[in-house]
């Protein structure tokens, strides 16, 4: 998807959303006007709508990056450490992998190979995917090729940091189903509750 793309399927959400608001409004009699803000309303919310969207695709395209980063980094520190260079290990550990992140680097690998420098290739990765996660472990790692270390303590390192990070995601979300529940409980159950604590009361009642 191209932004000329994208900007062409706003357009056409936006038509089409207008027009559907214009054809209720003359089916329902509407005056003018109303017909008329309809068809602004029916614009604007058919316009803004695909960047919902892409914005849940970019919400969970993240998401799935950030849970794979620990297996990636355990990967390919094993590797580094059975004596692989980082580049290989890479190459090695994208192969084992599938969904987003697997495919950036891949890309990655890529520019590396045509010869940019490994740095700046990773640099560019961080800025692409604009995650925290990958964007500690590019900085970790770029400053560790150009002041020296060791490169397999800092991946473990990393992969440390990232299942915390991924743990400590899962305990918030955790921690958010109970509120989360109130609607659908309050919802739901408590009709229903209701129902059974004062139907019969309401059945005697009417039978009076």
């Known amino acids: 998807m191209t932004v000329a793309g994208f900007t062409m399927r706003r357009i056409f959400t936006a038509l089409i959303a207008a027009t559907i608001a214009g054809a209720l409004a003359v089916v329902m009699h509407q005056t003018l006007l109303i017909s008329a803000i ?5 614009l604007v919310i058919g316009y803004i709508f695909p960047t919902f ?5 970019i919400k969970k395209r993240k998401t799935a990056i950030a849970r794979r980063l620990p297996d990636l980094l355990d990967m390919v520190s094993t590797t580094v450490e059975a004596g692989t260079a980082l580049n290989g290990a890479l190459a090695i550990a994208v192969t084992r992998l ?3 992140l697997a495919d ?3 890309m990655t690998l890529s520019d590396i ?4 420098n490994r740095a700046d290739a990773l640099t560019a990765l961080s800025r692409r995917v604009n ?4 964007a500690s472990v590019v900085t970790a790692l770029v400053q560790t090729e150009r002041l ?3 490169v397999a303590q800092v991946l473990d390192e990393l ?10 995601r899962a305990e918030e979300l955790a921690a958010k189903i109970p509120v989360k529940m109130v609607i659908p409980m309050a919802l739901f159950m408590l009709p229903a509750l209701l129902v059974m604590i004062f139907g019969p009361v309401a059945a005697q009642l009417l039978n009076k």
């Open 98 to 100: 599938e969904g987003p």
């Open 131 to 134: 995650q925290i996660d990958l």
């Open 148 to 150: 020296g270390g060791n």
């Open 38 to 42: 309809a068809v602004v309303v029916g």
């Open 104 to 106: 950036e680097f891949r």
């Open 53 to 57: 969207s892409l914005d849940g695709a």
């Open 113 to 116: 190979r045509v010869g940019v």
């Open 159 to 168: 992969a440390e940091e990232a299942r915390s990070r991924r743990l400590n």
